[in-house]
Each structure stands twice: as C-alpha cells, then as structure tokens.
C-alpha cells in the first residue's frame, strides 16, 4: 500500500528539503577488493615469471630453435592441417545440420547417427583407427574397375584429415542446427513468400543470419582444432609437436622446446582470434547491436 | 473472366482444432477484400491457405485458374513438388503481421532478393525497379537502411515494396498494422489505399474497420473457421444481418 511506505520512519541520512546539498563535494567509493584482488594477480605473475626465468630453460635454446627448419615445417603443417580438417569439418556440418531439419526420416536419422558416433568416440581413438584401416578394408576402391592397396593411400596425412575433419563436423554440425533454429520462422516464411524454395532460402536467407550465432562457436572450435592437430603426432603427422618431439629426443631440451612450439600456438591463436572478431562484426551487419569488444 | 481465387469447402485442423470448417468463396480480380472476425476465427489461417505456407486438409482452393498445391491427372489429384509450389507462390504477394523483412539485407538488397534470385532477372534492372517501388512507399531515402533502422511503419512499407517486386496478381495482408504503434498505422494504410487505386487485386486480414469501410470493395465477417456475412462494407459494417457480426462490431469499435 502506498500510504504504508509514505508513513515509514526516515532514514538517519535523509536531510529535509530545506538544507543545500547541491554543492557538496562527491567522494568516491574505495574499491578495496578491487586493489586486493589486483594485488594478489601481480604478485602470482611474479612469482610465474621469476621461476620460468630462474629455472633450469635456456632461453638462448628457445631463440635458436623457434625457426629452425623442422619446426617451421611442422609449423606449416599445423596450420595446413588445422584449415583442412576445419573446412571438411564445416562443410560435413551445415550438410548434416541441414539433414537433421529435414523431414525425411531417414536422412534425418543418418546425420543424427552420424553425430551420434563421432561424437561418442575420442578423437584418438578416430585417428588410430584411420591409421589402421588396411586391417579392416585391405583394399579401397570398385572390385574390376580400380582398387588401391589401403596402406599406401592412406598416409598420416590423410588419417589426420579424415580423424580431426570428420570428427569436428559432428560438432560443428550441432553448432551451424543452433544457428539454423535461432532464426526466426518469419524468415522461412517471407523466403517462401518469393517464390524460394527450400535450398535457396536457406542459402540466402537463413544461413546468412545464422552465421551471427554459429561464428562464435565456430571460431572457439577453429581455435581448439590448432591444438587438436597435436594429436596427430600419435600417427606420424609431421606437425609443431611432433618435429618438437624429434628434435628434443635427440637433445634432451624438452622444456624449451615445448616452450618453442607453445610460442608459435599462441601466435596462431591470436592471430585467429583477431580474424573472427572481424569475422563477426561482418556477420553482425542488420542484427542492431555491434561486436562486443569490451 | 474467371475469379483470382476460388476456395470450394476448403478444410484445415491443427490436430484436433478445425481452423477452418469448409470456405467457399470467390475473389473477383480488381476486388479489394476485407476480412474480419475475431482472432482464432481462421482468417489469416485461409490467407495463409492462398499462398501455400499452410496446405488444406479438404475442399479445394484454385488461383489465377490454377489448381493450389496439386496436379489433376484423370481421377486422382497430384501433389505438386517444392519447386512447382514456388512456383504456383510467384501469383501472390504476402505482407506479414511482423514484416520478416530479410535482417540481413537493407532495404533495397530486400527489395530486389526476389527479382534477381528467384526471377532471375537482371539487376541493375531489378535496383532501378526497386528504388522506384521504394520511392512509391515513401522510403525513397532509406534504401540503404537495414531493417533494424527502421521503424514499423516503414519496415511494413518495405515488405509491401518486397512482395510488390515480383509483380503478383494478388496482394495479401496478414494483420498489416497489428503490431504497429498507433501513430505509424496510417502510414501504412495510405500505401495500402494508393495500392487499392492503382486495381491492384488485395485480400486484407485486418482489425481496422475505418480502413476496412473506405477502401474495400467488399468485406467479409469470419467467426470459428466460418464465413458467416459478406457484402458491401457499409452493409456488413453498418447494417450487418448476424448477431455475431454486430457483437463483433461494436466490441471492436468500443
């Protein structure tokens, strides 16, 4: 009720409309979790930073190896890879996303099953059995026409492709369903509405929109897929790991050289982070609000 | 010359719920319809019907001569594929209760989506058309906006531009002005009554009568998934014969 409220006692710092109060000085509220916090941060970086260079790493061993030749090649690879496997991973997606809406039950069930699996299974576990498939098809191909021995077709190279491209579409592919089912049904509608029929609204119309909410997502898997490509070194891959491996059994300086491959992750990663911001502030074009950078 | 639309006991239910309880009904070209009733009472679901975005269940609906959503072959009816279905959508053109103009798209890039994608047509011809079509709804100014720019009003007379450009025969209006603020309404409806002059062939789902009485040429009262009176506006608004058309009326006017 309002008369109650009106009838509580007043507050002890309430001064009556009498007094002059306009031209007090304003003083601040100290923020002294704020500086405690901060405090605390500095000190810890600190400590992180005097034992990396106290400790027992030869930078002067970092600085020589960050470009020599085996690793900028696994460098190269690293990133070759990381595109490859992200662009096979995109394309498996939106296909079995665009499956999964579809009302034909089979297709339907095919790429539900198709997440189902490769989503169920580890990704070490994909590459290894990849790797290995000559023990199950010894040999690829249409029987009289054209056969290949599955051994020598399937490189590292390929099983890593194949392992990281196939298994990120799983994901992928319930990232790019998401952005599909954000848009709104009025979209679908007002395509049809001109005559579109259901590729090509989806082409034009939906997916465009769609991107506002699948790069995010898509842009944090890219990121992880730089450093899942770490993996293929377990099949012989020649990526930054593995040439990092090699040179370290021969010279015993492990901690510098991961030092070294873990150097030029982060360069790739903030490279690509810089590159999605950019990515989304195009997808965000008409949706009224602009890239939050703070 | 044959009737645009033609709708013979037209049905549709959503599960249990009979939306529509058999239409029959013919729109002469030229005509001006206004449809009104109570909501739930199928109108816009039978809009809807005209233009594909929902199938009927029974009964049979033909526009511009052509049989909706089937194919007749001897003594059985076909059902038509997606693409004949787009097809069979280029006679209409659809104005939405919420615009659905393309988000992404400005308001010209909206305009000529159509024409260039699915007309295939050329689009420095298709720009010219819809900066003129643009500068016939008042927005001549806004071409580059993207919807988002836009207030209601003007969104709503960038859809009527969208569905313009195809060239239809037949214009729809789902609830234009419905999920306008007051004061952008008649924005809207001066579009709509310029549209009407040029004889432009208009079914107008629509809750204001003013509009309704002024610019139809005939107007109809639906209730429960039934057409219950339809006339001369200033008869089925003035003087309507159904009990529940005159309920209808003066809950509407207040």
């Known amino acids: ?294 | 010359m044959n009737p645009i639309v033609k709708a013979v006991g037209v049905r549709k239910s959503y599960g249990t719920f009979e939306a529509l309880k058999g239409i029959d009904l013919e729109i002469e070209r030229g005509e001006v319809l206004c449809v009104i009733g109570p909501s739930g009472s199928g109108k816009s679901t039978f809009l809807r019907c005209i233009n594909q975005l929902e199938t009927v269940d029974g009964g049979a609906l033909w526009v511009n001569d052509e049989l909706v959503g089937y194919r007749r072959a001897g003594h059985k009816l076909y059902e038509l594929s997606e693409s004949e279905i787009a097809r069979q959508r280029l006679t209409t053109g659809m104005v939405f209760q919420r615009f659905n103009l393309f988000s992404h798209k400005t308001a010209l890039e909206n305009v000529t989506e159509g024409p260039v994608q699915v007309l295939k047509r050329n689009r420095k011809l298709a720009e010219a058309e819809a900066r003129d079509l643009l500068a016939r709804v008042g927005l001549a100014y806004k071409c580059d906006a993207y919807p988002v720019e836009l207030s209601g009003g003007q969104q709503q007379r960038v859809a009527i531009a969208r569905a313009l450009a195809m060239k239809p025969a037949l214009m729809l209006f789902d609830e234009p002005t419905s999920a306008l603020d007051p004061e952008l309404v008649g924005e809207v409806l001066a579009v709509m009554r310029d549209l009407a002059r040029t004889g432009m062939t208009m079914v107008v789902v629509t809750h204001e009568l003013g509009f309704a009485r002024e610019v139809a040429s005939r107007v109809l009262f639906m209730d429960q998934g039934q057409v219950i009176e339809g006339g001369l506006p200033e008869q089925v608004l003035g003087t309507p014969t159904q009990a529940r058309t005159r309920e209808f009326i003066s809950a509407v006017l207040g």
């Open chain 1, 1 to 294: 009720m309002s008369s109650v409220w009106r009838q509580r006692p007043t507050m002890s710092n309430f001064h009556g409309p009498t007094e002059d109060i306009s031209q007090f000085e304003h003083v601040r509220r100290r923020h002294v979790g704020r500086y405690l916090s901060a405090t605390v941060i500095v000190a810890i970086g600190a400590w992180i930073v005097t034992a990396f260079v106290r400790g027992q790493i030869d930078w002067s061993i970092v600085g020589q190896f960050l470009t020599v030749h085996s690793i900028v090649l696994g460098l190269a690879n690293t990133v070759l890879m990381t595109a490859l496997a992200m662009m096979l991973g995109v394309v498996l997606g939106v296909t079995a996303a665009i499956m999964r809406l579809s009302a034909n039950p089979v297709v339907n069930r095919a790429a539900g099953a198709y997440v189902w699996f490769f989503r169920g299974t580890p990704v070490l576990l994909q590459l290894l059995l990849w790797f290995n498939l000559a023990l199950v098809f010894p040999n690829l191909g249409i029987p009289g026409l054209f056969e290949v021995h599955t051994v020598d077709v399937m490189t590292p190279f390929l099983a890593a492709l194949l392992g990281l491209g196939i298994n990120q579409g799983a994901y992928t592919s319930e990232v790019v369903r998401a952005g599909l089912l954000s848009v709104d049904q009025g979209q679908y509608e007002a395509a049809k509405s001109i005559g579109m029929p259901r590729l090509q609204a989806l082409r034009r119309i939906i997916l465009p929109q769609a991107m506002r909410v699948i790069v995010p997502p898509i842009g944090n898997e890219l990121i992880g897929m730089v450093k899942l490509t770490s993996l293929a070194s377990v099949i012989q891959f020649p990526e930054m790991v593995h040439s990092a491996e090699n040179i370290y059994y021969a010279n015993n300086r492990v901690i510098e050289l991961l030092i070294v491959a873990g150097i030029w992750y982060v360069v790739i990663v903030t490279v690509l982070s810089a590159l999605q911001t950019r990515l989304e502030r195009h997808f965000a074009r008409g949706a009224g609000r602009s890239v939050q950078t703070r």
